[in-house]
């Protein structure tokens, strides 16, 4: 598993869904939050690889390293 799923996987859903936002994915609202509930091999391919190039830590404002 990638670095980013390892993290994916320790986050409460309101962070992940923050990530979401932020990884500006052309995804709906409604399809944002149903993936912010999924583990990260549940993804889809393309939210994973927009989320590769999200910064966690300066988006959530703490160190989110596993």
Do not use: Y
């Not at 996987?9 to 994915?25: I, K, V, Y």
């Amino acid at each position: 598993m990638k670095l980013a799923g390892k993290v994916w996987n320790t986050l409460p859903q309101e962070e992940r869904f923050q990530l979401l936002r932020a990884c500006r994915s052309e995804l709906s609202d409604s399809l944002k939050e149903h993936e912010s509930t999924l583990k990260w091999d549940e993804l889809w391919p393309l939210t994973q690889d927009a989320l590769l190039n999200v910064d966690f830590s300066a988006i959530l404002g703490r160190d989110v390293a596993p």
